[in-house]
């Protein structure tokens, strides 16, 4: 049974009253995108999982605040902080380099 994808609107809603749907939602239509753009760039699977996890906490401190208004689309939104990360490595998307990030993530991050 084929599950057809919420709206931007929909998903962003739920990720502003803490709706844990709405974290499935993004693992379930949000991750395959990060996970093929990081894996086809020679990063690996395990990089791909660990700035997905870095992205959802992003989401889970910023969207749920009164003051956060997302004027992009939530896809182009998880692009961005999925970048923000590996660039904060040393260099955008470090693992094309042959520079493994995973050992790194753990490193604190500002947005």
């Not at 993004?26 to 395959?32: Q, R």
């Not at 992009?72 to 520079?99: D, E, R, V």
């Amino acid at each position: 049974m084929n599950i057809k994808q919420p709206s931007d609107q929909e998903t962003y809603l739920g990720l502003k009253s803490k709706d844990n749907k709405a974290y499935e939602i993004l693992y379930k239509f949000y991750y395959p995108s990060v996970r093929n753009f990081i894996t086809k760039n020679n990063g690996s699977e395990d990089d791909a999982k660990d700035v997905f996890q870095e992205t959802i906490l992003v989401l889970l401190e910023k969207v749920p605040k009164n003051d956060f208004n997302l004027t992009s689309s939530l896809k182009t939104y998880i692009f961005a902080i999925s970048w923000i990360f590996s660039s904060n490595i040393g260099h955008p998307f470090s693992f094309i380099l042959g520079q493994s990030f995973s050992s790194k993530i753990g490193q604190s991050f500002s947005f």
